[in-house]
């Protein structure tokens, strides 16, 4: 069966850290990119950040350039979402999730990703 396991959501303070793991199982991780989202109460999944399987190439959304990093661990078949400096307003649901297209441009829209992980939540605390 194929699986995203996603862990390590919690509670934080305002300028903290968290790591957030996603790792993948019954299909080939390397032939997929993987991208994090997030839904906050009463609002729209967004995307995070994303990782090409095509050449490694990243994106992340402007409210958290500069404070997240996605590495990806291939022989683990885990990505991360290493998040510093945390802000209230990162608090939400987050979801991993892996599509077969390495096009970076497709991948910001969710319903590119094929398979979804059950989502952790962050709280941020002021």
């Known amino acids: 069966d194929v699986q995203l396991q996603a862990s390590g959501g919690g509670l934080a303070q305002t300028g903290g850290s968290l790591k957030l793991s996603c790792t993948a199982s019954?299909?080939?991780?390397?032939?997929?990119?993987i991208g994090w989202f997030r839904q906050a109460s009463g609002m729209e999944r967004e995307l995070v950040s994303c990782?090409?399987?095509?050449?490694?190439?990243?994106y992340y959304t402007d409210s958290v350039t500069g404070r997240f990093t996605s590495p990806r661990d291939s022989a683990k078949a885990t990505v991360y979402l290493q998040m510093n400096n945390l802000k209230p307003e990162d608090t939400a649901v987050y979801y991993c999730?892996?599509?077969?297209?390495?096009?970076?441009?497709?991948?910001?829209?969710?319903?590119?990703?094929?398979?979804w992980g059950q989502g952790t939540l962050v709280t941020v605390s002021s």
């Open positions: 019954g299909f080939t991780f390397d032939d997929h990119s």
């Open positions: 999730a892996a599509t077969p297209s390495g096009i970076l441009s497709t991948l910001r829209i969710p319903s590119s990703y094929e398979h």
């Open positions: 990782i090409s399987s095509r050449d490694g190439s990243t």
